[in-house]
């Protein structure tokens, strides 16, 4: 099976993706993955990724134009054309923000971006956890945790922590990888027990 991304063509047969994604932002994500690693600037592409979702972030203007769909589509071309050549941007990434913005999904970049970075994670053995707590973990506590998560996901992984900070949940900590959550907070302690203590007595049982 053969697959075109912009001037990109490529064998399916040769190269897959570390998992498989679906949705929009999944499958323009593998593409530029598979585009990408033929071409051997899986982390140039990237960081360039980053630096045009930063650069959208710091310009309301831009960042409106991006999700802005009354725009036609060879303005949208040109505008992602002239910021890749200033930018100096590879031509995988220019070529592929082209394919974007002429389907009219510029508005989906910041989430393709963040699925384009879970493969890339993936590739190079790496898995994020995102880690929220009441307050910032002290260091030797983030080794301890990070040491943990290492041993649960076994050799060869190397675990990239994404610590948040979320005073709501009281206490404790929420983990979240490979799409399982551990939620330890006291918030949902107190729920567990709440509902329990609301689940009516069976006097019968006694």
Known sequence: MIIFC??????????KVPFAMYGVSGNYASALYLAAVKANVLDKVESELLVLIEASKKSPKFSQFMKDLSVTADIRVKAVNDIGAQAKFDDITKNFLAVVAESGRLGHIERIAQRFSELTMAHRGEVKATVTSVIALPPEEEKELKETL????GQGKKVKLELKIDPSILGGLVVEFQQKVFDMSIKTRALQMERFLRQPINLDAQ
């Open 150 to 153: 290492h041993d649960i996901l």
């Open 6 to 15: 912009g001037c990109i063509r490529f064998e399916l047969s040769k190269l």
